[in-house]
Nanobody
Framework: QAQLVESGGGLVQPGGSLRLSCAAS????????MGWYRQAPGKQRELVAS???????NYADSVKGRFTISRDNGEKMVDLQMNSLKPEDTAVYYC?????????WGQGTQVTVSS
């Protein structure tokens, strides 16, 4: 069982930056595939970025070059640095952990990009 707590969301102007953090309460954190998903109103939840236990990363085309996912296995944290934010990045962002058939979600944090 994993518990995930996100922080760092908020309101930012277009072109601005935000850093999301996810704190995980789980044993063997380093073995989990970690990811960030987002869900905008009226849309399906979509993968934003993921990072494997070995540090390999994957990004949605819409965020490549703007977002960076990272993890600290010692602190059991995964972060999402978001730069050059656009209004279409507005969504609730969810932290996700996957391992051995287990699939866990945080409660979500709102990111709003608006002038």
């Amino acid at each position: 069982q994993a518990q995930l707590v996100e922080s760092g969301g908020g309101l930012v102007q277009p072109g601005g930056s935000l850093r999301l953090s996810c704190a995980a309460s789980v044993s063997m954190f380093s073995r989990y595939l970690m990811g960030w998903y987002r869900q905008a109103p009226g849309k399906q939840r979509e993968l934003v970025a993921s990072i494997t236990s070995g540090g390999n990363t994957n990004y949605a085309d819409s965020v490549k070059g703007r977002f960076t996912i990272s993890r600290d296995n010692g602190e059991k944290m995964v972060d999402l640095q978001m730069n050059s934010l656009k209004p279409e990045d507005t969504a609730v962002y969810y932290c996700n952990a996957q391992r051995m058939g287990g699939f866990y979600w945080g409660q979500g944090t709102q990111v709003t990009v608006s002038s």
